[in-house]
C-alpha cells in the first residue's frame, strides 16, 4: 500500500484525487490547502485528513509519497520540505517560478534520493515512445509547434505577471517534448505580441519562438492566445527526420513516409500509474519526468520569455547558468514585451 498526501486541492489536485482513488495499492491519507473547505472536499469521502497547513500534513510519520499541485509560485517550498522529510515527490509542471527555485528543489531531491516526478504527462504517452523508435539514430532537422488557444479562463494564469505566458504555462508540454526528442539547445530567439486582445487582458496573445539545438536540428514555436474556445485546432507537434513525418496531436500520431500514411490512435497519458509503481518498488527508471530532467524544460521557457524582452539571440546553456546563480533577468518576463 502506498500511502500518498495531496498539498493543493484545486484544478489538479483534485484530477490527480480521481486517478488515485481508484488505485488499489493506494490509500489517500492527507490533503492539505489553505483553502479549508477545499482539502475537507477531498479529504472526508476517502477518510483522511484534511490539513490547511503542509507542514502539518508532512508532520505525520505514515507518508510515502506527497503530490505537490499549488500554484507553480508556490512549488518550491511544499516540494523541498516534502524531499526533506524523504518522501517520494509528484510535482506539477512547470518545476517552479525561478530557475533557483528549481535548482534548489533538484538539489533537495538528488540529496534526499527520493522518488521524484514531475507532470509532463505528454512524456508518458505510448505514442511518445513510437517516436522515440522511429527517430532513433536519425538526424532530426525541424520540430514545429503550435497551441492555439484563447484568454486563460484560470485567473491566476491569464495574465502574464502571474501566469507567465503561454510559452511558460502550456507550450512548456510540447518544448518538453523537443528537448526529448532533439536533445539539449543551443540558442533562442522570439518575438511576442500583445496586439489582437490589447486591452483585454494583460498577457501576449501572439509568441514566435525560434530555437537550435545541439544535435543540429532546428525549431519553432507558434502559440496564440488571441483565438476562442472550441476553435478546433489541437496543439500539435510535428518532428521532421529525412523523409519522415511524424505528427502528435492529443489523440494520435500520424507517421508520413514515402510509403505512405499511418495513423496511430494513442492510449493516452498517465503519469500516476507509473509514480505509484515507482515508489512501490523504488525505482526512479520507471520515472519518465524527473525534477532534474524537466529543470531545463522550465529554463526552455524562461529564456524564450526573456529573448522576447530584450530582442537578442540567448545562449541557453549561460542562460541556465545564470538562473541557477539567482540572476533576476530570468524571471517571467512582465516588462515591455516584444511590444
Ligand atoms: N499537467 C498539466 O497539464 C497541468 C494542467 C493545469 C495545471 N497544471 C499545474 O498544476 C499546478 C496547479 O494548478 P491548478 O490549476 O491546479 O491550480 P489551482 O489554483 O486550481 O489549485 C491550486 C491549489 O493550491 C492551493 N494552495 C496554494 N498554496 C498552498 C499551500 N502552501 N499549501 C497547500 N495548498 C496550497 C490553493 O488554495 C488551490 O486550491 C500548477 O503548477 C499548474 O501549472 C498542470
Not at 482539502?39 to 469521502?45: C, I, N, S
Not at 505514515?62 to 523541498?80: C, E, G, K, S
Not at 539547445?185 to 500583445?194: N, P
Request: charged share 25%; with cysteine; glycine share 8%.
Amino acid at each position: 500500500m502506498v500511502r500518498v498526501g495531496l498539498i493543493g486541492a484545486g484544478r489538479m489536485g483534485r484530477t490527480h484525487y480521481a486517478r488515485l482513488r481508484g488505485m488499489e495499492d493506494v490509500q489517500i491519507v492527507g490533503v492539505a490547502d489553505p483553502q479549508a473547505e477545499r482539502a475537507r472536499e477531498l479529504a472526508d469521502p476517502v477518510g483522511a485528513t484534511a490539513y490547511g497547513d503542509y507542514e502539518r500534513l508532512l508532520a505525520r510519520d505514515d507518508l510515502d509519497a506527497v503530490y505537490v499541485t499549488t500554484p507553480v509560485q508556490r512549488h518550491a517550498d511544499p516540494a523541498i520540505a516534502a524531499a526533506r522529510r524523504g518522501v517520494a515527490l509528484f510535482l506539477e509542471k512547470p518545476v517552479a517560478w525561478t530557475l533557483a527555485e528549481a535548482g534548489a528543489i533538484a538539489d533537495a531531491v538528488d540529496k534526499a534520493g527520493v522518488i521524484n516526478a514531475v507532470g509532463y504527462q505528454w512524456r508518458t504517452r505510448p505514442a511518445v515512445e513510437r517516436m522515440r523508435e522511429l527517430l532513433a539514430e536519425k538526424p532530426i532537422a525541424l520540430l514545429r509547434t503550435h497551441w492555439y488557444w484563447t484568454i486563460p479562463l484560470v485567473p491566476d494564469i491569464r495574465n502574464k505577471s502571474t501566469g507567465g505566458g503561454q510559452i511558460f504555462d502550456q507550450a512548456t508540454h510540447p518544448m518538453d517534448l523537443m528537448r526529448l526528442f532533439a536533445g539539449e539547445v543551443r540558442t533562442v530567439q522570439a518575438a511576442y505580441t500583445q496586439n489582437a486582445r490589447k486591452g483585454e487582458f494583460d498577457n501576449w496573445d501572439g509568441y514566435s519562438v525560434t530555437l537550435t539545438f545541439e544535435s543540429g536540428a532546428v525549431g519553432s514555436v507558434a502559440t496564440t492566445y488571441a483565438l476562442f474556445q472550441g476553435v478546433a485546432e489541437p496543439p500539435t507537434l510535428d518532428v521532421v527526420a529525412k523523409e519522415l513525418l511524424l505528427r502528435l496531436t492529443p489523440r494520435q500520431l500520424e507517421i508520413r513516409t514515402p510509403e505512405g500514411v499511418e495513423i496511430l490512435q494513442d492510449a493516452g497519458e498517465d503519469v500516476d500509474s507509473p509514480f505509484i509503481q515507482a515508489v512501490a518498488q523504488s525505482d526512479q527508471s520507471l520515472i519518465k519526468a524527473s525534477v532534474r530532467s524537466s529543470h531545463n524544460s522550465l529554463a526552455l521557457t524562461l529564456a524564450a520569455n526573456h529573448a522576447a524582452e530584450c530582442g537578442e539571440t540567448v545562449d541557453f546553456a549561460e542562460f541556465v547558468r545564470r538562473g541557477q546563480e539567482g540572476n533576476e533577468k530570468v524571471r517571467p518576463a512582465v516588462g515591455r514585451g516584444s511590444r
